[in-house]
């Protein structure tokens, strides 16, 4: 059972400006990229990554996309699990698999 | 780089259900317990699991917390990495970075 809610810097504002960093893209241009009109493009990006305002799904979803990161990582609550899951989502079944076999192990240790 | 986004039954909605449903509780209880008002509550839950509201990030915490999830959980674009997400955060640290050099390792092999 995760601990009691703390308050958050929202997590997603925090996970989209590092993602869009790393990436290398201004507010302006990863908003144009993922659709949104370019007069409000970064304004938009801004907002959202002062958590000031918040993306719907479908737009978080282009934005990821844009990104190449998982939609899932924009909402990891601590950094080993952002990690892990921009890790795994670049791994193929067979590994995958083998990765999800050693967390089930580690859960339940005979 | 994940494929393009298609149209997606929201992902929220139903990864919300599946955990709704797993840990027993109606839409009414999982509503009360997640702070909203008695009244309302069963409604604005219906609503988030037919995808006609989207919960806020700070709603959607407190329902992850209600059901014992992680956030990131209700944005797993798919099933293995779902499943990947709730068997990581229960693991502890040491676990964890075992997990995490595993992942490291498909991704870099020497």
Do not use: W
């Amino acid at each position: 059972m995760p601990e009691s809610p703390k308050k958050y810097f929202p997590l997603f504002s925090r996970r989209l400006k590092d993602a869009r960093i790393k990436a290398g893209l201004s507010q302006k241009r990863l908003g144009i990229e993922a659709g949104i009109d370019e007069f409000v493009a970064s304004t938009r990006i801004n907002r959202y990554e002062k958590g000031v305002h918040q993306a719907d799904e479908a737009t978080a979803i282009l934005l990821a996309h844009v990104l190449g990161v998982p939609l899932a990582y924009f909402y990891a609550e601590d950094d080993s699990l952002a990690e892990m899951i921009l890790g795994f989502c670049q791994l193929n079944r067979a590994d995958r698999n083998e990765v999800l076999d050693l967390v089930q192990k580690k859960l339940s240790p005979e």
